[in-house]
């Protein structure tokens, strides 16, 4: 949490120093001039590539297909756009990455490594991505693969000293 709250506080500083540092070589007004027109041309291409991905999210439903990409780009623009309306070449920069499909690909697809699919996977235990526990508890080890893509055998070797078979008990219940 600390440091999302640092991030969020160094954008702005950036902002300010990269503006300064603008300001200094071209002038106060080109620098304005530069921000604004830099978060109209985003938000013009934010505006295209939302109308695509509409058209692409009801193509997949006509089909039968779950949106998933398609959602998680609208999600992207929706955030391309808040960066664009920010003033500074900073969040514009960012929008602008997060708006071009070339830049987007790779982002959608961290964002699903590494931040969709473990909250997902810690919702629902596992069952989204096949990642079921079926054996002991989670976290001890041992899973089956129901995918193929694990290991060589499903049975597992839990050694003799785990169970007394011989019925030498000393458990007086038995």
């Known amino acids: 949490m600390l440091r999302l709250i ?6 702005p500083l950036l902002d300010i120093m990269l503006l300064l540092a603008v300001a200094g070589v071209i002038g106060g007004l080109e ?3 530069l921000v604004v027109l830099t978060a109209l041309v985003g938000m013009l291409l934010a505006r295209a590539e939302g109308r695509h991905t509409i058209s692409k999210i009801q193509r997949k439903l006509a089909q039968g297909e779950p949106p998933t990409d398609e959602l998680v780009d609208g999600g992207l623009l929706i955030a391309a756009g808040a960066f664009l309306l920010t003033p500074g070449l900073v969040t514009d920069l ?8 070339l830049t987007r690909y790779p982002i959608r697809l961290a964002l699903k490594k590494w931040v969709i699919t473990p909250y997902v996977d810690s919702k629902t235990g596992g069952f989204a991505t096949g990642e079921v526990y079926t054996v002991g508890f989670p976290g001890d080890g041992e899973r089956i693969d ?3 893509q ?8 839990v050694g003799d000293d785990d169970y007394d078979i011989g019925g030498n ?6």
């Open 146 to 148: 129901f995918g193929g």
């Open 150 to 157: 694990g290991g060589d055998s499903d049975t597992y070797d």
């Open 31 to 33: 620098t304005v001039l």
């Open 6 to 11: 640092a991030v969020l506080l160094l954008i």
């Open 94 to 101: 960012v929008g602008l990455l997060l708006v071009v499909p």
């Open 169 to 174: 008990s000393t458990d007086d219940n038995r």
